[in-house]
């Protein structure tokens, strides 16, 4: 059996990132790597292609009957950038204290050589183990799993599992399992406006028309109650309040006010009223804006009344808000609030459908969830416990997945969600590592899992 | 005698852009240039320097009781980019039709010229002419005049005229002369909103803290009132009604209001109640934002909570307030409106003094206006009158020159300018130009005038 860390030192140094052509041997190598690693403990690889980056289908068949588990995972990674602020190469894993160092060795390389290893030590001891497991790893995460629905609807035949299994979301402490139960979706878009038909001499024409600039401010300006609610009519109408059960296990997680807003450098939160700052990022929508352009942005001063001025926002949703069921909701109180003497375009970008999967015996449990996947979140249980030594918390997260929601869309399966990295882990950021400690435990705790689904 | 359209063509093939050092030649050229044109009709040239470019003074003293004209211009020009969209070379002067093209004709080399003509006509017909003239012609103008005041105080004692008399600018038809009374002072800066202390990212974190862009788009939307006026207390208290004459005299220039409309690309003015669009931009202070800033502005969609946003505003003044007695209200009204989770900080840049001067025999023409003033007054109508065909009009601008607001802080003296370009002269921009009959007539004009004003 190999070693789960000089394997993953192997599998980072191919700089697999997908957002950059530059970088296509890197994507190439982590495939190659992927598919020996995989035939090696006994799984057909399969290099599926599409649009872009592949995606490589790895697969145990035994007895139909046997439980059929769908391992999640993408192979790609952030770009590096910026180089200057890593203290170690990139592509070049190093080991300091307990962590070890390198893009892609928290996202998502490190957690699905967790679940590889897991796997192969498991196949080793039994090789007769009565479970079928697919892997199911993109090569376009980083870029927004754009070709992932079309992969899925052309290979559902072969994706005929009773559940998913992955770990590309986060805990917060090394030493408290988190299962993610919940993602935000989202819809993104961009509001342009525009005043006179070219830049204007801000003393020639000042004070005679409407500036964009001024009209963009009195829009945004209006998308808010003071008391920190998204000032939409109809907005919150589809948001379900989170049940008891998950305000709990959320104050079971013991964070602390003080040390976010510390960790914010923010001296007060501007949370809607009967929510805590941690139960507003799970539990509700907004709408952020995430950019405000116009005019003269350079040194000093340039008296332009620009032509135009613009903002893009996002919206966090929640369930049971779509992009679809809110989209005309807020492009209808946008456009009728559009200040006079100037004109608007709304632009359409991203979007993702919010997705929760509910962890069996709680009060909002679907009546006919399916038994296997009741069955891994109490493999998952009770293992977590044993090898954490408490028990998991069920949390949802602020941010979007959309290829959760194309998951139970196109394949009807929901998701088992293991959380494994750490907030100091600089997903993203220069310095990305991975917690040693939080690897072997991971590795335990799938082993766990994975045997107690396998039944003949 | 030279030939005026002769000479502005040698003048402007000297590249004279202050802003750029690369160009040190062509303004070492432009200096030599007036040095010898001036030298030629008679006059003491001296080249003062400056912490920068020099400043040129030009003398002919005769009598001490003599009256004494200060001929104000300067000799640099705006650079000449964007140099694709130039249809003849911008250092090569080109006649077609009535109009002569290339960088600085209009801004200032061609009314300066105008001027010079005038004197050296004048000086042929008449070498005993009983008139004092200094020529002070600057080299900073188009950087904002930064050492002129400093020039102004250490040369204040060889500028002991009765009055400046210049041409930097604007009529509106070839066929009306304009006699510009005012200019708007301006006060610029801009305001910082600090949040979070870091960008964030809007899945994690959006939805708990006052997000910068909006704390700047409820800032900025608090600072005007729905019908365009500055919503700032206090903002007006200086501020001085137009006389009935003003408004008079604007509506003689005949400007339509759908001409504007067109010209600018809009469907509705946006100007405060009881002034037109044409007197809001002369007797009304502004606050216009000329730039917002914050998050990510480049294609598609970024989710970020900036830990930033800003804007650059600029507030045009007019008669009485000044930058000093208007300021402690506009910061002191934005300071107390910063939302609530961010702090402010905001940064002082430009800043220039309203300029009025008022021609004599007029409802609010001081009691104690200088003779010598009224005099020029009164001889520009008399001559232009009888060159243009018709009296002049008495216009304040809304643009700001804080030059003239030095020239009477330091030397004590007002300004008659009489107006030379056109709106369709591309000053600043491409394909400048000059109009040959509007240069003709100006020059027949300031003749006259100086004519009239040469007294033994």
């Given at each position: 059996?190999?070693?789960?860390?000089?394997k993953?030192?192997?599998?980072?140094r191919?700089?697999?990132?997908?957002?950059?052509?530059?970088?296509?041997?890197?994507m190439?190598?982590?495939?190659?790597?992927l598919?020996?690693?995989?035939?090696?403990?006994g799984?057909?690889?399969?290099v599926?292609?599409?649009?872009?980056?592949?995606?490589?289908?790895?697969?145990?068949?035994?007895?139909?009957?046997?439980?059929?588990?769908?391992?999640?995972?993408h192979?790609?990674?952030?770009?590096?950038?910026?180089?200057?602020?890593?203290?170690?190469?990139?592509?070049?894993?190093?080991?300091?204290?307990?962590?070890?160092?390198?893009?892609?060795?928290?996202?998502?390389?490190?957690?699905?050589?967790?679940?590889?290893?897991?796997?192969?030590r498991l196949?080793?001891?039994?090789?007769?183990?009565p479970?079928?497991?697919?892997?199911?790893?993109?090569?376009?995460?980083?870029?927004?799993?754009?070709?992932?629905?079309?992969?899925?609807?052309?290979?559902?035949?072969?994706?005929?599992?009773?559940?998913?299994?992955?770990?590309?979301?986060?805990?917060?402490?090394?030493?408290?399992?988190?299962?993610?139960?919940?993602?935000?979706?989202?819809?993104?878009?961009?509001?342009?406006?525009?005043?006179?038909?070219?830049?204007?001499h801000?003393?020639?024409?000042?004070?005679?028309l409407?500036?964009?600039?001024?009209?963009?401010?009195?829009l945004?300006?209006?998308?808010h109650?003071?008391?920190?609610?998204?000032?939409?009519?109809?907005?919150?109408?589809?948001?379900?309040?989170?049940?008891?059960?998950?305000r709990?296990?959320?104050?079971?997680a013991?964070?602390?006010k003080?040390?976010?807003?510390?960790?914010?450098?923010?001296?007060?939160?501007?949370?809607?009223?009967?929510?805590t700052p941690?139960?507003?990022?799970?539990?509700?929508p907004?709408?952020e804006f995430?950019?405000?352009?116009?005019g003269?942005?350079?040194?000093?001063t340039?008296?332009?009344?620009?032509?135009?001025?613009?903002?893009k926002?996002?919206?966090?949703?929640?369930?049971?808000?779509?992009?679809?069921?809110?989209?005309?909701?807020?492009?209808?109180?946008?456009?009728?609030?559009?200040?006079?003497g100037?004109?608007?375009?709304?632009?359409?970008?991203?979007?993702?459908?919010?997705?929760v999967?509910?962890?069996?015996?709680?009060?909002?449990?679907?009546?006919?969830?399916?038994?296997?996947?009741?069955?891994?979140?109490?493999?998952?249980?009770?293992?977590?416990t044993?090898?954490?030594?408490?028990p998991?918390?069920?949390?949802?997260e602020?941010?979007?997945?959309?290829?959760?929601?194309?998951?139970?869309?196109?394949?009807?399966?929901?998701?088992?969600?293991?959380?494994?990295?750490?907030?100091?882990?600089?997903?993203?950021?220069?310095?990305?590592?991975?917690?040693?400690?939080?690897?072997?435990?991971?590795?335990?705790?799938?082993e766990?899992?994975?045997?107690?689904?396998?039944?003949?």
């Open positions: 059996m190999f070693d789960p860390i000089e993953l030192k192997e599998y980072v191919h700089p697999s990132v997908s957002a950059d052509s530059k970088f296509k041997d890197g190439a190598g982590a495939q190659q790597f598919t020996g690693l995989l035939t090696g403990i799984f057909n690889v399969e599926v292609p599409t649009a872009l980056h592949p995606v490589i289908v790895a697969k145990r068949e035994g007895n139909a009957n046997w439980p059929h588990v769908i391992i999640y995972g192979y790609d990674v952030q770009p590096p950038d910026p180089l200057g602020q890593w203290q170690t190469q990139p592509f070049e894993p190093t080991i300091k204290g307990e962590r070890i160092y390198g893009r892609g060795t928290a996202d998502n390389k490190g957690p699905l050589m967790v679940h590889i290893t897991a796997v192969g196949l080793e001891k039994n090789p007769q183990l479970l079928n497991i697919t892997f199911v790893i993109e090569g376009e995460e980083e870029i927004g799993s754009k070709n992932f629905k079309t992969f899925l609807k052309a290979n559902k035949h072969r994706l005929n599992g009773d559940f998913i299994y992955m770990s590309d979301n986060g805990i917060l402490t090394p030493d408290q399992m988190i299962v993610t139960v919940g993602l935000r979706g989202m819809i993104a878009f961009e509001i342009e406006l525009t005043g006179p038909k070219m830049d204007l801000s003393g020639m024409h000042g004070g005679v409407m500036n964009p600039l001024q009209a963009l401010a009195e945004c300006a209006s998308l109650t003071p008391d920190g609610r998204v000032n939409i009519p109809g907005f919150y109408k589809q948001v379900i309040e989170p049940e008891p059960w998950e709990a296990q959320l104050k079971k013991g964070l602390k003080d040390d976010y807003a510390k960790f914010l450098g923010i001296s007060k939160f501007h949370t809607p009223p009967g929510y941690f139960e507003a990022i799970r539990f509700l907004t709408l995430n950019g405000f352009s116009g003269y942005q350079g040194e000093g340039k008296t332009v009344i620009p032509s135009k001025a613009s903002c926002v996002t919206c966090r949703l929640v369930p049971n808000q779509t992009p679809d069921n809110v989209k005309d909701v807020i492009f209808n109180a946008i456009k009728k609030r559009c200040p006079k100037v004109t608007m375009k709304i632009t359409e970008q991203h979007k993702a459908t919010p997705y999967v509910i962890p069996p015996d709680r009060s909002n449990t679907p009546k006919n969830q399916s038994p296997a996947l009741a069955d891994c979140f109490r493999a998952l249980e009770k293992a977590g044993e090898v954490w030594g408490k998991p918390i069920y949390l949802r602020g941010g979007s997945v959309g290829l959760l929601a194309d998951l139970k869309e196109v394949l009807g399966l929901d998701a088992v969600m293991m959380g494994l990295f750490l907030p100091e882990d600089n997903l993203h950021a220069p310095n990305e590592s991975f917690h040693l400690g939080v690897m072997k435990k991971g590795i335990e705790t799938s766990r899992v994975l045997a107690a689904l396998a039944k003949g």
